[in-house]
């Protein structure tokens, strides 16, 4: 990578986690410290467990992780031992050119008037490492400092039938995973957890912070079906501030900001990677991410994202089991043409609401699903029904 390439990386690396860590400054203005925090405290020994649940459940795809639990590595924190593996299929449509970054649409034609560029890939994913905890909080009853150091691996194929070769907008690109992919990569993060929660009501207050580094090195593992040699940064922040609760009701705001660069050698980052954000677990953006824009429709090597909700949850069902919760959003992306510079004069903005149904266990949501409206601004697209599963973050 050019010199100057590296330095317009670092400089704007470095404007990502800024525009992250401000991105919760009302919360930590309303809260300036939390009760009940210190450095370290020394728990009682636990029980070695076996633990296994449910890690992700989506409309096409499921995720499950089984382990240990109970370990102490680090004096006075609890860690896990996991393996996560999962399944199922997603959905595409959209690539850019690598020249001009424009959206690629099919072209009609006579034999075929009016061409479809959307296709479909199934896959299957593992990851296998370690929850490390590093500093616990007992007033909190978590740890509050930890970190995670996975190997991760995954493998994907289109479905048979969804896309034709004779498809100019996947076989005219230059992507290296256009005819699939197998991936596998180092993943390290160092995690803050200051979040409340509160589950009779399912409210929640405090902040959270992740920093990971997820290498793909291209080894000979990583070039036998497709070819990947990247390394991925993010940095996220979530916040929440409680502004109303009580046993019946409770308001309270929600923010996310999200700061995701892709480094690596044009050919040897896949589409897959381009059109993602994350840490452990990656998931579509800015197109999804910033809701009313379609996923995967902005795939860039550099993303800053943001999401604020305001969200009312009411009348608690079974315990707090089941909570019903309205809910309206401001989203907002930037992303670059390819070239680590992002205009932010050209973002994308979207608003909306819905309604949604929440299930929760131990404190936390572990399934949602609800229905909302959303309004492109960048686009001036109004999409009137939208289905939602796994809304919270």
């Known amino acids: 990578m050019k010199p100057m ?7 704007f690396f470095l404007a990502l986690i800024f525009a992250c860590l401000s991105g919760n400054l009302s919360a930590q203005d309303a809260e300036p410290a939390t009760p009940g925090i210190e450095p370290l405290v020394e728990i009682p020994q636990t029980d070695i467990k076996p633990d296994f649940g449910l890690a992700g459940l989506k ?16 004096p006075g924190a609890q860690s896990r031992a996991l393996l996560y593996a999962g399944g199922g299929y997603i959905g595409d449509a959209y690539y850019r050119d690598l ?32 929850d490390l905890g590093l500093v616990y909080n007992e007033d909190l009853e978590k740890n509050m400092l930890y970190s995670m150091i996975f190997v991760k691996t995954m493998y994907s ?62 080894i000979t593992l990583n070039t036998v079906f497709g070819s990947a040699d990247y390394l991925r ?17 409770g308001l309270y705001l929600a923010e996310r900001a999200i700061a995701d660069v892709l480094l690596g050698d044009d050919g040897s980052i896949s589409a897959f990677a381009r059109r993602n954000v ?19 429709r902005y795939d860039s090597f550099a993303k800053l ?21 309205l ?9 670059d043409n390819f070239d680590y510079s992002i205009n932010f004069n050209k973002g994308l903005y979207s608003t909306g609401g819905g309604i949604f149904v929440n299930l929760s266990a131990s404190g936390a949501t572990i399934m949602d699903l609800g229905y909302y409206v959303s309004y492109s601004i960048t686009e001036k697209r109004f999409n009137p029904f939208n289905i939602g599963f796994g809304h919270h973050f």
């Open 305 to 325: 994202i943001n999401n604020l909700e305001l969200r009312f949850t009411m009348l608690p069902l079974f315990k707090g089991f089941l909570v019903p919760e």
């Open 327 to 335: 809910f309206a959003f401001f989203d907002m992306g930037f992303v």
């Open 278 to 296: 994350g840490g452990l677990d990656v998931f579509s953006g800015a197109g999804g991410t910033v809701r009313g824009m379609e996923g995967g």
């Open 5 to 11: 390439t590296m330095l317009r990386v670092r400089v």
């Open 59 to 74: 409309f096409y795809s499921l995720q499950m992780y089984g382990g240990i639990k109970g370990l102490t590595i680090i």
């Open 233 to 249: 940064l993010n940095l996220t922040g979530r916040g929440f501030y409680t502004v109303l609760e009580s046993d019946k009701f």
């Open 157 to 218: 194929e289109f479905m048979p039938g969804s896309v034709s070769k004779n498809n100019p907008i996947l076989y005219d690109t230059s992507y290296p995973d256009r005819d699939g992919f197998f991936e596998t990569s180092l993943f390290a993060s160092l995690c803050l957890d200051l979040v409340r929660y509160n589950a009779a009501i399912q409210t929640a207050h405090g902040l959270a912070g992740e920093i990971s580094v997820d290498w793909t090195p291209g």
């Open 99 to 130: 020249a001009s970054g424009d959206v690629l649409v099919p072209q009609p034609s006579e034999a075929d008037p009016f061409p479809n560029s959307e296709f479909k890939r199934w896959f299957v994913q593992g990851k296998l490492g370690m």
